[in-house]
């Protein structure tokens, strides 16, 4: 048990001795949470225990048989706590399959979300953990994220052990394919937009931007673009000329410069060409994501393709960088064309009403269990996530209550175990007081 966790065990063991009814006024914490705390501190150690044993698993989203192991080993601890577990399969789109995990039939209805799979491929280099020093431990996938589903797991288990879970109706969902989401995304991310649909709250247990100061109540969208240009093949010597015009790769570099200079003024908003080639022949191959190209430099360019991403804060952003994006396609130089699609992608979480008021209900508990304030997240600093398919149809949606650490999808990804038994408190008493805003 580190230093951390020493100190914080003495404090609340020595706080039983008070009256429950003075330290509650005193202290806004009443018996039931110093229960919940002290339940998820008997447990740390075979806690992270767990955690060490499922992050030697690799999964990989395209390792099928990984995946599906990761949630076998949660399944059972999930059917430990009463939960009933079901293995949904997604082979029609070409991923492993999610794991959703439900309890009860009355009270508030809480889903909690995390992932199984990882960035790390079953043939890459990170494979291993390292006990980096007493309280960080490097591993893939430890914090994105790992850790933030057995975070779920004590939650729950502390909810039981203080008879609370009863009176919640509770889904679990951990997704096999959030680090390379299944096409078409309506129906790869199918079973949690219904889940959302159902839920009142939707609890995130990703790392957010790795600082346990923060949470996220707003998230951008991401979508992809796919930008053709097309020019006419000629000597190079004729390039300018009214008969050849300027070559598909002038083009394209006339659309990226008009995207980085005409979007710019959008707040927020961000629009990256990831992958370009260009010549007398070009190709990308999204499903790879690479790319091969064939030209000569006295010949003008035929073909250039370039693929990126587009990250917005809203729908309304989206669909006006969008319209601005296709126009400046359209308005092509002389003997070329071109063509822009865009995909479907993650939808953006907007920073509700609802939103902000469970993070101030949770910054309360933070508070008051001596974990310090916490703030709403730079949205620019957090990634999208699979809350963005249901923040939109909540009443109450937060996410970044997992595991913190740093350089995730990384071989150099790390957990601070001195953020483990806090998140978990924190998430834990949080679901505590949430019975009082639903009853």
Do not use: C
């Amino acid at each position: 048990m580190n230093n951390f966790i020493k100190i914080f065990f003495i404090v609340h063991a020595a706080l039983f001795f008070l009256p429950t009814s003075g330290y509650a006024k005193e202290n806004n914490i009443n018996k039931i949470e110093s229960d919940i705390v002290e339940s998820i501190l008997v447990n740390e150690k075979e806690a992270i225990k767990f955690l060490k044993k499922v992050v030697a698993v690799n999964s990989g989203t395209m390792n099928f048989e990984g995946v599906r192991k990761v949630s076998d080993l949660f399944a059972g601890q999930f059917q430990q706590i009463g939960f009933k577990t079901e293995w949904v399969s997604a082979t029609q789109y070409n991923r492993a399959g999610h794991l959703v995990a439900s309890y009860g039939s009355k009270g508030p209805k809480i889903l909690m979300i995390g992932h199984l799979d990882t960035v790390f491929a079953s043939h890459g280099p990170f494979q291993t953990l390292t006990q980096v020093s007493p309280n960080r431990i490097k591993a893939p996938g430890i914090t994105d994220m790992k850790g933030g589903d057995v975070i779920i797991l004590e939650v729950l288990r502390a909810l039981k052990k203080v008879a609370l879970l009863e009176q919640f109706q509770i889904k679990v969902i951990l997704m096999g394919d959030e680090e390379n989401r299944g096409r078409p995304v309506s129906e790869a991310a199918k079973i949690l937009i219904d889940a959302g649909a159902w839920a009142d709250v939707a609890m995130g247990f990703e790392d957010g931007d790795g600082n346990p100061k923060t949470a996220v109540i707003s998230r951008r969208g991401s979508s992809n673009w796919h930008l053709k240009t097309f020019g006419n093949a000629a000597h190079s010597s004729q390039i300018f000329q009214k008969e050849v015009g300027y070559g598909s790769i002038y083009e394209a570099a006339r659309i990226l410069q008009a995207f980085r200079i005409q979007l710019s003024s959008e707040e927020i908003l961000t629009y990256n060409p990831g992958l370009i080639v260009g010549g007398t022949s070009a190709e990308i191959h999204s499903k790879s994501s690479a790319g091969k190209a064939f030209g000569k430099n006295n010949v003008v360019a035929k073909v250039t393709e370039v693929s990126g991403d587009i990250r917005a804060i809203s729908p309304q952003q989206l669909k006006r960088a969008w319209t601005k994006m296709e126009e400046i396609t359209a308005n092509s130089l002389p003997g070329t064309r071109s063509e822009i699609v865009f995909d479907e992608g993650y939808p953006p979480m907007e920073a509700s009403s609802g939103n902000k008021k469970l993070l101030a209900l949770y910054s309360a508990v933070s508070m008051d269990h001596g974990f310090g304030k916490v703030i709403a997240v730079n949205p620019r600093n957090a990634g999208a996530a699979d809350i963005s398919f249901v923040a939109a149809d909540v009443e109450m949606a937060i996410d970044g209550l997992g595991l913190m650490g740093k350089a995730g999808h990384t071989v150099n990804e790390t957990a601070d175990m001195t953020t483990f038994t806090q998140q978990s408190i924190r998430a834990a008493v949080l679901m505590s007081r949430l019975l009082e805003v639903y009853n």
